[in-house]
C-alpha cells in the first residue's frame, strides 16, 4: 500500500552543483505494541512489540539529482509503499501493524551513497543527514479503527477511488 498521505519536504542549504540521493527509512519509535480503545478514542500499549524486521530503504526514484535539483522542488514521497508482509520482494518498507513508526529523510551526498542500497543501512559521515519531524509519527494499522477517518481517507486518497459511492 501507498502511505496516505504521503510525505513531501522542501530542503534548502545543499550545494546546487554538488550530486546528492535523498531517501527515506522508517523506524519504530519504542518498543511497544498499541491497540485503539474505541470508547476513550484512544491508542493505548497493549504489550512489547513484535521482533523488529529487517531495516528497508526508500531511495527517491529522482535520485541522484543536483542539489539546485533537489532546492527548487517540494519533494514528495508518494510512490512510496508500504507493506506488514515479513516475506515482500517487491522492496517495500515492512512495518509491523500496530506500532508507532517515525519516517526519517536523509539527504546523501553522491560520493557518500555510491553503496546506498534499499537493502543495507543508511551510510553514515560527513556527507549524510537525516531529518525527522514530531508531527510524523504514526501508529500503522491494517484497517482503520475509526469511522470517521475511513471517510477522510477514502474522500482525500486518490488510490481509494475503488471505495467511493
Not at 550530486?19 to 498499541?34: F, G, S
Amino acid at each position: 500500500r501507498r502511505m496516505f498521505p504521503a510525505m513531501r519536504v522542501k530542503i534548502s542549504g545543499l550545494d546546487p552543483h554538488q550530486q546528492y540521493y535523498i531517501a527515506m527509512d522508517i523506524v519504530p519509535v519504542d518498543n511497544k505494541r498499541y491497540r485503539y480503545v474505541y470508547h476513550s478514542s484512544k491508542w493505548m500499549v497493549a504489550g512489547n512489540a513484535d521482533s523488529p524486521v529487517p531495516p528497508r530503504v526508500y531511495i527517491h526514484p529522482d535520485s541522484p539529482a543536483s542539489g539546485e535539483t533537489w532546492m527548487r522542488q517540494v519533494i514528495s514521497f508518494d510512490k512510496l509503499k508500504l507493506t506488514n508482509n515479513e516475506l515482500d520482494d517487491q522492496g517495500h518498507i515492512i512495518l509491523h501493524s500496530m506500532h508507532k513508526y517515525q519516517p526519517r529523510v536523509h539527504v546523501i551526498r553522491k560520493d557518500c551513497g555510491d553503496d546506498l542500497s534499499p537493502i543495507k543501512p543508511i551510510p553514515s559521515g560527513e556527507g549524510v543527514k537525516a531529518f525527522s519531524f514530531p508531527e510524523t509519527v504514526f501508529t500503522t494499522v491494517t484497517a482503520y479503527q475509526n469511522q470517521q477517518i475511513t471517510r477522510l481517507k477514502i474522500d482525500r486518497n486518490p488510490f481509494a477511488k475503488g471505495f467511493r459511492d
